[in-house]
């Protein structure tokens, strides 16, 4: 199973424009409610890539255990760590990121607090990114060349975030479309969307 989950300590459910505004996206107040929450995270990984032709992203949003979950499945903003210090330091909160992909066997977690404070990433068979002290969290855990995506499961568990969804109820689709701003760059400058995808993404997810 895939996950690609950043988790902002408390409940900012009222801060979503200012979070997505970060990631230089407006919502288009088009939303979507699943429960149980499976049915909605089914429906973001099957159907990211059509809207994303549209240029229009889907993110999933719910709250449990006093965090607040937004589910990534283009996996792009989840790994732009400089955007994940900017809403730490907007909202005075911790941030985690979680991310896994089946198919690349790629494993990352990062926890941040108006900085870096961790930052683990495994991909295409090395450990490419190990920053930061080890957790307490992760004492027993493989995170070094035999990591495993139940050790990123059991990591998040022990942080007290529920990555899996096992009780959270529903979860809310939105779609998300580039900002004004941007838009107006991309028509000023027609590379400057290579420019980002390059930036923003990342070679290993591209298993299409």
């Given at each position: ?41 089914e429906y973001l990984f099957a159907n990211y890539f059509d ?20 589910i990534d499945p283009e996996m792009v903003d989840i790994s732009?760590t400089e955007k994940l210090i900017q809403i730490s330091e ?119």
């Open positions: 199973m895939t996950n690609s989950i950043i988790a902002i300590r408390g409940y900012h459910l009222n801060n979503l424009d200012s979070i997505f505004k970060s990631f230089r996206s407006v919502d288009k107040k088009v939303d979507l409610s699943f429960e149980p929450s499976i049915k909605g995270i809207f994303a032709n549209q240029n229009i992203g889907l993110k999933g949003i719910t709250y449990i255990n006093d965090w607040t979950l937004i732009d907007k909202l005075d909160s911790k941030i985690l990121m979680f991310l896994s992909e089946k198919i690349s066997g790629h494993i990352e977690f990062a926890k941040i607090d108006k900085s870096i404070v961790r930052h683990f990433c495994y991909s295409d068979s090395e450990v490419i990114i190990n920053q930061g002290i080890p957790l307490e969290e992760e004492l027993g855990l493989n995170f070094n060349e035999k990591v495993f995506s139940d050790d990123l499961v059991t990591l998040a568990n022990k942080l007290g975030v529920d990555i899996e969804f096992k009780n959270c109820k529903n979860i809310i689709v939105k779609q998300l479309e580039l900002d004004e701003d941007f838009q107006r760059e991309i028509a000023e400058d027609k590379n400057i969307m290579e420019r980002w995808s390059e930036k923003n993404s990342k070679p290993w997810w591209k298993f299409w």
